[in-house]
């Protein structure tokens, strides 16, 4: 019923910048909370950003003054800019959104397929 579709990965040099983005698709009423999370080697998925659908962010520490999440309520699409990148921010990097389909139904957690960012010289 939904599809959230992740563009922007790839590979960038240190201290460098990338912008991620999901766009959402399907049977939407309304998009709650959306996030971004990543997953490295060997490692637990992490949160990275959270967006409410109004109110304040919130970040992970080891991404705070680098990253900012954004999203575009028309459009369906959540963004996450990422600023000064370091080795350690390889990863798979996922989008997750909390949606309604209808005013009738509670929401469903919808996960994009993953996009690879990899920070490396």
């Known amino acids: 019923q939904v599809q959230l579709v992740e563009s922007g990965g790839g590979l960038v040099q240190p201290g460098g910048s990338q912008r991620l983005s999901c766009a959402a698709s399907?049977?939407?009423?309304?998009?709650?909370?959306m996030a971004w999370y990543r997953q490295a080697p060997g490692k637990q998925r992490e949160l990275v950003a959270a967006?409410?659908?109004?109110?304040?962010?919130n970040y992970a520490d080891s991404v705070k003054g680098r990253f900012t999440i954004s999203r575009d309520n028309a459009k369906n699409t959540v963004y996450l800019q990422m600023n000064s990148l370091k080795p350690e921010d390889t990863a798979v990097y996922y989008c997750?959104?909390?949606?309604?389909?209808?005013?009738?139904?509670?929401?469903?957690?919808?996960w994009g397929q993953g996009t690879q960012v990899t920070v490396s010289s």
């Open positions: 399907g049977t939407i009423f309304r998009i709650n909370a």
């Open positions: 967006i409410p659908s109004s109110g304040s962010t």
């Open positions: 997750n959104a909390a949606i309604r389909h209808n005013i009738l139904t509670t929401e469903y957690v919808y």
